[in-house]
Structure formats: structure tokens, C-alpha cells
């Protein structure tokens, strides 16, 4: 049996600007052209707990479009800059001169309707060096699975 707590909640976030950009993207009509190995700026939104957020007050950042699920659905790998990180659920690459770090373990399925405006595509080099984090974190390259 799960018991909770009965003290108030304080999240010390304003939840009202989070619920009103997430109804001004929602009835966004225009839907971007977009393809995989872009990077956008995205409304991400406010997360919870160690969920990566958005910055600034369009809660938003930039983010690698890893697959495109259909005109309305993408998979998407979100990016940083800050810091140097470290293991297997960052990828570092440079883009524009920038030192940039793809939060494989951050990956997620978002509406296209979130994506704002095109930073541009990324090298050949670097796609293949983020789509073998993503593949390292998240597939279990077991031999005994393929017999």
C-alpha cells in the first residue's frame, strides 16, 4: 500500500506561464519541415526531478532530431553546453564551433509542433557519433541474442 503525504506541495515554479505556453504551442497551425540530423530550438517545457528543462521564459532549447516518426511526431535528443560531461549518457561533438553535449539519456518522443527555429544540420561525423551513444545506451549488444 502507497501512502503520500498530506503537506502542500511547494514547487516554487510558475506553473501558469508553463500552462500558457503549453496552450500557445499546442495551437500552433504551422507544423515546421524538419529532418533527422537537425538541430532546432525547441519549447521542451519545465520538467520534473533530473528531467532536462528548458531555459528562459519560452522554456525552451536547443535539440537533435534523431528520428522522424511522422509530420507531427519526432524523436528528439536534447543538447547542452554547459560543462564537460562524462560516461556513457553524453555524446560530445562540435557544431558551429561550439562544444555541444547530446543528452542521449534524455531522449524522448515530443510533438513537431514544439520545434521553432532550424540551427542547422549536423556532420556526417557527428551524427554517426551521437547515433552510436544512443545505440551504446539503450541496446543491449548481447552475442547470445542473435543465435
Given at each position: 500500500?502507497?501512502?503520500?503525504?498530506?503537506?502542500?506541495?511547494?514547487?516554487?515554479?510558475?506553473?501558469?506561464?508553463?500552462?500558457?505556453?503549453?496552450?500557445?504551442?499546442?495551437?500552433?497551425?504551422?507544423?515546421?519541415?524538419?529532418?533527422?540530423?537537425?538541430?532546432?530550438?525547441?519549447?521542451?517545457?519545465?520538467?520534473?526531478?533530473?528531467?532536462?528543462?528548458?531555459?528562459?521564459?519560452?522554456?525552451?532549447?536547443?535539440?537533435?532530431?534523431y528520428?522522424?516518426?511522422?509530420?507531427?511526431?519526432?524523436?528528439?535528443?536534447?543538447?547542452?553546453?554547459?560543462?564537460?560531461?562524462?560516461?556513457?549518457?553524453?555524446?560530445?561533438?562540435?557544431?558551429?564551433?561550439?562544444?555541444e553535449?547530446?543528452?542521449?539519456?534524455?531522449?524522448?518522443?515530443?510533438?513537431?509542433?514544439?520545434?521553432f527555429?532550424?540551427?542547422?544540420?549536423?556532420s556526417?561525423?557527428?551524427?554517426?557519433?551521437?547515433?552510436?551513444?544512443?545505440?551504446k545506451?539503450?541496446?543491449?549488444?548481447?552475442?547470445?541474442?542473435?543465435d
Amino acid at each position: 500500500m502507497i501512502y503520500f503525504q498530506k503537506k502542500p506541495i511547494k514547487t516554487g515554479r510558475n506553473m501558469t506561464s508553463e500552462i500558457v505556453k503549453k496552450k500557445e504551442i499546442n495551437e500552433r497551425s504551422v507544423i515546421p519541415m524538419f529532418s533527422e540530423g537537425e538541430i532546432w530550438w525547441c519549447n521542451t517545457g519545465k520538467n520534473i526531478g533530473v528531467e532536462i528543462n528548458g531555459k528562459h521564459g519560452d522554456f525552451s532549447r536547443p535539440v537533435y532530431i534523431y528520428k522522424k516518426l511522422s509530420a507531427n511526431s519526432i524523436m528528439v535528443i536534447p543538447l547542452t553546453s554547459q560543462k564537460k560531461r562524462e560516461g556513457d549518457w553524453y555524446v560530445h561533438f562540435v557544431h558551429r564551433d561550439f562544444h555541444e553535449y547530446a543528452a542521449v539519456c534524455h531522449a524522448k518522443v515530443i510533438s513537431s509542433k514544439r520545434l521553432f527555429r532550424r540551427l542547422g544540420m549536423t556532420s556526417r561525423e557527428n551524427r554517426k557519433k551521437i547515433e552510436d551513444g544512443f545505440s551504446k545506451l539503450y541496446i543491449k549488444n548481447d552475442p547470445n541474442l542473435n543465435d
